[in-house]
């Protein structure tokens, strides 16, 4: 793994996966809304374990095609320079922000902790709004009607049943 590509990794979701879950544990540990962890073999823990490995397969293989036919990392300040409409990009156009719910739901059921399930929820409306406002003006102005086209057969947030296949 390149340097770059490790450093995204740390700063961004390592940010938002571990860091952030980690300070809301360590803020609300012995209050009403401290953890509540799960226990072996409890049903949370399983679908905690599932939806997280869920996540975690979807984050790899995301920034694998980043890395690799996109030709740069998810970070903002190396992009990929290819658009990538491979994989689970075929079926919505978010799919690393997918991924890192999943993640976040994973914890938030392992812990037991609303703060971290509210931390999802916020980290998600962020995205909500960042999306259409800043990302898409900015992948429309690198990658022009190509991009406008994929905008317009893939959706942001709900994936499509079938793949899209592009001109």
């Known amino acids: ?25 360590w803020l609300f540990a012995g209050t009403g809304f401290g953890a509540d962890p799960a226990t072996a073999p409890g049903i949370r823990l399983w679908a905690g374990l599932a939806t997280g490995l869920l996540g975690l397969a979807l ?4 920034v694998r095609l980043f890395s690799g036919p996109g030709e740069g990392t998810p970070a903002p300040w190396d992009p990929p320079r290819r658009l990538v409409v491979l994989g689970p990009y075929r079926h919505v156009r978010n799919p690393m922000i997918t991924s890192v719910l999943l993640m976040l739901a994973a914890e938030a059921l392992v812990a037991g902790s609303w703060p971290v399930a509210a931390w999802g929820a916020v980290f998600f409306a962020a995205n909500v709004v960042y999306f259409p406002l800043v990302e898409e003006k900015q992948l429309e102005r690198r990658f022009g009607d190509d991009y406008r086209r994929y905008k317009a057969h893939v959706p942001r947030w709900i994936p499509r049943w079938k793949p899209w296949i592009g001109p």
């Open 59 to 62: 984050a790899i293989w995301t």
């Open 1 to 25: 793994m390149s340097w770059p590509l490790f450093r995204t990794i740390l700063i961004l979701p390592g940010t938002v996966v571990v860091a952030v879950p980690t300070l809301l544990l």
